[in-house]
């Protein structure tokens, strides 16, 4: 039996679908038994706050994302209303771990600010509305998409039968939002460099200025692939960019953590640099 081109394309995207989805999840799985020693270390010897709940979330998240996306690849479905189901459970989990990763940053920009109230209520202003739009756009795109499967024998998952041009404005304004993140760690790195030297205070700018920079990239790569690439592709790499970003964040949490845990064997720069802003980000 011969299949038309578009057949054979959509095969192909929803075989690279499980290759990804799964070497994402081997990946993650390998970061986590890497990391395990020292995340027990965090876990058992840290105080519970807002940011350790928010470090379990963005850390364990990824396991329910990955199980949805295995799933849905690997699973024939011939239902088409379940198909789309597990594509938007996946579509918001992402979304939740991406403002999740997201609101590390946010609170390390506004220490490095010395709580400055003012560029909070700004920072978090433009990140709500930002998010509200793209939310809004990704329900519009998704929710009422059609979806299909391959009709080659062998060939598992489900895909969007017609996109929108329109999934490309949240990537759009995430990397709009975090260039202009980046400018403000710039300003700050610049004015403070000389009057504050601390260690702990590098690693902060350090990992600010990475992860920004990480989250543009991946933003603009977004923007071109979910304009010329297929769905299934388009997706893929969405979720790529949501699980790389969120291992990216609670790994400099956890080094941000064990960096202080060294500088409080030096008291007296350890106090320093609790008293301006540690407090704040931990």
Not at 64 to 71: A, F, R
Not at 145 to 156: F, K, L
Not at 161 to 173: E, G, H, R, V, Y
Not at 240 to 265: D, E, G, K, P
Request: glycine share 4%; proline share 2%.
């Amino acid at each position: 039996m011969e299949y038309s081109t578009d057949d054979v394309t959509a095969a192909r995207s929803l075989q690279f679908a499980t290759y990804i989805y799964t070497s994402m999840a081997a990946f993650w799985t390998y970061d986590y038994a890497c990391s395990l020693h020292e995340e027990w270390s965090f876990l058992l010897r840290s105080q519970w706050n807002k940011m350790k709940s928010l470090y379990i979330v963005t850390r364990y998240l990824p396991f329910i994302l990955l199980i949805t996306d295995l799933y849905m690849s690997f699973t024939s479905n011939e239902n088409p209303a379940k198909c789309g189901m597990l594509a938007n459970i996946s579509s918001g989990f992402g979304m939740l771990l991406a403002v999740c990763s997201e609101c590390f940053f946010i609170l390390r920009t506004y220490a490095l600010w010395n709580r400055n109230r003012i560029l909070l209520a700004a920072i978090l202003g433009t990140f709500f509305s930002f998010l509200a739009a793209s939310v809004s756009i990704t329900v519009d795109t998704t929710v009422s998409a059609a979806y299909t499967t391959s009709p080659i024998p062998g060939i598992t998952g489900c895909y969007q039968s017609s996109t929108s041009d329109q999934i490309f404005i949240p990537f759009l304004l995430f990397s709009v939002f975090e260039l202009g993140l980046m400018i403000l760690t710039l300003i700050r790195a610049i004015q403070s460099w000389r009057r504050n030297s601390s260690r702990l205070y590098v690693v902060l700018m350090n990992h600010n200025i990475f992860y920004y920079a990480c989250a543009f990239l991946f933003s603009v790569m977004n923007i071109f692939t979910s304009l010329l690439l297929q769905d299934t592709y388009r997706t893929v790499l969405n979720g790529f960019q949501f699980l790389t970003l969120a291992i990216v964040a609670v790994r400099m949490h956890i080094h941000l953590w064990q960096t202080n845990q060294h500088l409080c064997r030096s008291w007296s720069e350890a106090w320093t640099v609790q008293d301006d802003w540690w407090g704040w980000v931990w």
